[in-house]
């Protein structure tokens, strides 16, 4: 018989293992891709914090492909609007993921939403340029 080994982490991540293996395999996965997107944000904040990059000033225009999940819009818009200050729109980007994920809004329409939701932010922002000038 093999030694029981302890539990391995702390008391957060032992938490998170036990919700994890609660979920069926799709909720399964959209906690993993939901975390895939908290960690590269956050990777994200800490490389540009480090150094100054010149940043389009206008959306990329690029296209939205055929059955795309939550999380890769989410990726592509992110792509598509260099100039949009991410964290001013975080929490609205939480609430569409999450209806996604926990309530069963269909991806197809989360994405709409947040195309919209970046585009405002995009407007709001060049219009804040134009005012500083």
Same mark, same amino acid.
């Given at each position: 018989?093999?030694?029981?080994?302890?539990?391995?982490?702390?008391?957060? %991540?032992?938490?998170?293992?036990?919700? =994890?293996?609660?979920? *069926?395999?799709?909720?399964?996965?959209?906690? &993993?891709?939901?975390?895939? =997107? &908290?960690?590269?944000?956050? !990777?994200? @904040?800490?490389?540009?914090?480090?150094?100054?990059?010149? +940043? !389009?000033? %206008?959306?990329?225009?690029?296209?939205?492909?055929?059955?795309?999940?939550? @999380?890769?819009? @989410?990726?592509? &818009?992110? !792509?598509?609007?260099? /100039?949009?200050?991410? %964290?001013?729109? &975080?929490?609205?980007?939480? $609430?569409? /993921?999450?209806?996604?994920?926990?309530? $069963?809004?269909?991806? %197809?329409? +989360? @994405? *709409?939403?947040?195309?919209?939701? =970046?585009?405002?932010?995009?407007?709001?922002?060049?219009?804040?340029?134009?005012?500083?000038?």
């Amino acid at each position: 018989m093999l030694p029981v080994m302890p539990p391995q982490g702390n008391k957060q %991540e032992r938490e998170l293992i036990k919700l =994890f293996k609660a979920l *069926d395999s799709v909720n399964q996965h959209s906690l &993993l891709s939901y975390a895939d =997107f &908290l960690q590269q944000r956050s !990777a994200g @904040i800490t490389e540009n914090s480090s150094e100054e990059k010149e +940043v !389009a000033t %206008e959306p990329l225009d690029i296209p939205r492909p055929e059955n795309e999940s939550v @999380i890769k819009g @989410i990726k592509r &818009l992110t !792509a598509n609007y260099p /100039m949009v200050d991410k %964290e001013s729109i &975080l929490h609205p980007i939480a $609430g569409l /993921m999450t209806s996604h994920m926990v309530s $069963g809004k269909k991806a %197809e329409d +989360v @994405i *709409d939403e947040l195309e919209v939701l =970046f585009s405002a932010e995009y407007q709001k922002t060049k219009n804040n340029k134009k005012e500083t000038k």
